[in-house]
């Protein structure tokens, strides 16, 4: 369940994986369990996924008290209206100072996209609108410091709007 001024509500959300983790690892502030929904460990060439290792990167993170995996097109999942769908954030957290983190992982071959753009813009509206509750990352290429700079961020509301100031004024500016 989501709530601007909240966050969201991990015990609210009803979590209806169509298929669950089936890799070694063992995730520990998976807020549903140890096996994620809807989440591959291994490409068909046996890489690890990026997406797997962002959860990874999620769940060892000291500042991230727990996460989910954001299950595509379930009613409870976090999501953001497009200009022609549903967006639904790959991961979502809950911070130790209870804000909340949602997380879109790219690719690098994507990360570029007229789709990412939009995301991004959509991101940085939706944290805008919290109040300081929310925040957004959209990490690539197996990068993942702006989760590090988003969850070390500061918590100050003058400090916080002062940064999506600066940021939605950089997004403005790449997309011109």
């Not at 709007?161 to 500016?173: H, S, T, V, W």
Request: contains cysteine; glycine residues 8%; proline residues 3%.
């Amino acid at each position: 369940m989501v709530d601007g001024a909240k966050g969201i509500d991990f015990s609210k959300t009803i979590y209806e994986p169509s298929w669950l983790y089936e890799g070694g690892f063992q995730f520990e502030k998976h807020y549903f369990g140890n096996k994620p929904g809807e989440l591959r460990e291994k490409t068909a060439a046996g890489e690890l996924t990026e997406e797997f290792k962002c959860a990874q990167f999620l769940d060892q993170h000291p500042r991230v008290k727990h996460w989910m995996r954001n299950l595509v097109r379930k009613t409870s999942s976090l999501r953001l209206q497009t200009s022609t769908d549903w967006f639904y954030p790959d991961f979502v957290c809950c911070l130790d100072d209870g804000r909340t983190l949602a997380v879109e992982y790219k690719g690098k071959h994507a990360h570029s996209a007229d789709d990412a753009e939009e995301k991004r813009a959509l991101g940085a509206v939706w944290a805008g609108r919290s109040g300081g509750r929310c925040l957004f990352v959209m990490p690539t290429d197996n990068d993942f410091s702006v989760i590090d700079k988003a969850a070390n961020s500061p918590t100050d509301a003058a400090a916080l709007a002062k940064d999506l100031i600066r940021r939605n004024k950089e997004l403005f500016k790449r997309l011109s």
